[in-house]
């Protein structure tokens, strides 16, 4: 049973900083890309951020850096640090394991996602 739980969303003031965590199990954790997502409406789940198994990342050109991707496979979590953030950053982001070749999201399950409110 894959089981994915994101935290750490909030209420933030524009130029503010974010921590989202994300806690896995059920899978093979120290071998899978993990990614985080954002709901695009019309589109499905956009990729935000990934990181692969060892280490190296990936980014949406919108959150180049300003956001930051890492993982601690010794608690089987993935975070994505957010500064710099804007109202357009405003979303429900969610976590998942991430293809090796495309950084697509691998399971149809979805765990309930935080929200980032990003507003004045």
């Known amino acids: 049973q894959v089981q994915l739980v994101e935290s750490g969303g909030g209420l933030v003031q524009p130029g503010g900083s974010l921590r989202l965590s994300c806690a896995a199990s059920g899978i093979n954790f120290r071998f899978s890309a993990m990614g985080w997502y954002l709901q695009a409406p019309g589109k499905g789940r956009e990729l935000v951020a990934a990181?692969?198994?060892?280490?190296?990342?990936k980014y949406a050109d919108s959150v180049k850096g300003r956001f930051t991707i890492s993982r601690d496979n010794a608690k089987n979590m993935v975070y994505l640090q957010m500064n710099s953030l804007t109202p357009a950053d405003t979303a429900v982001y969610y976590c998942n394991v991430a293809s090796n070749s495309d950084y697509s999201p691998i399971y149809t399950y979805w765990g309930q996602g935080t929200q980032v409110t990003v507003s004045s």
């Open positions: 990181i692969t198994w060892d280490r190296s990342t």
